[in-house]
Nanobody, 124 residues
């Protein structure tokens, strides 16, 4: 499975962006998918994840109520809708899958497949 992340860009504080993680070479249906981000000078962190059935999600505390993850099997794509963006959301965002579980407190396992990063900049 190959992943392509896109949809990043610039937004003002309070604005919105929608990230997409499109898969090719195989179905995403059987895999949990996670979104990660890495800000300059900081370690990569888990932002959100969704399980293979789409009925379990996880959100980092600081994005709860602002971000929403979803998946579209027909499009073989996972989305991250980001609303009420804050400057501290500025980072490179990555999607990843394969051999991970999305559980109530985050991701278990190390993803085997990563998309390239898509940059999100939130500033006025």
């Amino acid at each position: 499975v190959q992943l392509q992340a896109f949809g990043g860009g610039w937004a003002q504080p309070g604005g919105s962006l929608r990230l997409s993680c499109a898969a090719s070479g195989g179905p995403l249906d059987y895999h949990a998918v996670g979104w990660f981000r890495q800000a300059p000078g900081k370690e990569r962190e888990v932002v959100s994840c969704i399980n293979s059935r789409g009925d379990r999600t996880y959100y980092k505390e600081s994005v709860k109520g602002r971000f929403a993850i979803s998946r579209d099997s027909a499009k073989n794509t996972v989305y991250l809708e980001m609303n009420s963006l804050k400057p501290e959301d500025t980072a490179d965002y990555y999607c990843a899958t394969h051999r991970i579980l999305c559980v109530s407190d985050g991701i278990r396992g190390t993803p085997g497949f990563w998309g390239q990063g898509t940059q999100v900049t939130v500033s006025s």
